[in-house]
Nanobody
Framework: VQLQASGGGSVQAGDSLKLSCAAS????????MGWFRQASGKEREFVAA???????YYADSVKGRFTISRDNARNTVYLQVNSLKPEDTAVYYC????????????????WGKGTQVTVSS
């Protein structure tokens, strides 16, 4: 199983990015998917998740700015990140869980390698 995240970059505050995570080696539609991030020197934190039935969950810090979506035909989960702030700077990881991605990240079956997002003020 591979989860390949892409779409990160160095941007200015207020800019937008669209992160993608392409999955292979698993029956994608059967997995809950999610995004986490880890800033330098900090613990990993939950960002967003989307269930198999397309229910969406967001961390309070990103509600209204980030949107998670999935395309089962393309085996890909997306994270549209708008109105970026310097505090959004982190490595963003995607995750797959056979049941549902929990906000704690516990029980996640597969993790991707991450894509760096750097936001300057």
């Amino acid at each position: 199983v591979q989860l390949q995240a892409s779409g990160g970059g160095s941007v200015q505050a207020g800019d937008s990015l669209k992160l993608s995570c392409a999955a292979s080696g698993l029956l994608f539609s059967n997995y809950g998917m999610g995004w986490f991030r880890q800033a330098s020197g900090k613990e990993r934190e939950f960002v967003a998740a989307i269930s198999r039935s397309l229910t969406k969950y967001y961390a309070d810090s990103v509600k209204g700015r980030f949107t998670i979506s999935r395309d089962n035909a393309r085996n890909t989960v997306y994270l549209q990140v708008n109105s970026l702030k310097p505090e959004d700077t982190a490595v963003y990881y995607c995750a797959a869980d056979r049941i549902a991605v929990r906000q704690t990240g516990s029980g996640v079956n597969y993790w991707g390698k991450g894509t760096q997002v750097t936001v300057s003020s």
